[in-house]
């Protein structure tokens, strides 16, 4: 009985860690470091609470670990491989800034 139930809740564990989320279609809003718009975008976000990847129509961001020593007073962010800063500004909204491209993209996801 006990082996029964404890296959049972690992078999319930396991599919629920391979659940085969795909993300979400967002909104992303393009601008200036300064605040010129300069345009929009479509992307899928897959987030995972502490970490987020972006895939864009011509690249692929993964945040990595985001690190806030303050979750309430402070942004999570991370620095991707590419060199971008993620931020994970709420349920529903991230960015991505690259300073030497002069660009920053802001995800609004329903």
Do not use: K
């Amino acid at each position: 009985m006990m082996r029964t139930l404890l296959a049972s809740a690992l078999l319930l564990l396991l599919n629920g860690c391979s659940s085969g989320y795909q993300g979400r279609e967002c909104s992303g809003d393009i601008q200036t470091l300064s605040g010129q718009p300069r345009g929009s975008v479509q992307a899928m976000i897959i987030d995972r609470f502490n970490s987020f990847s972006v895939a864009l129509p011509d690249r692929q961001l993964d945040s990595g670990p985001l690190l806030s020593s303050d979750r309430q007073r402070y942004i999570p962010s991370a620095t991707t491989a590419d060199g971008w800063l993620a931020q994970r500004i709420s349920d529903h909204r991230f960015a991505v800034i690259n300073a030497p491209t002069d660009q920053a993209i802001t995800f609004t996801c329903p």
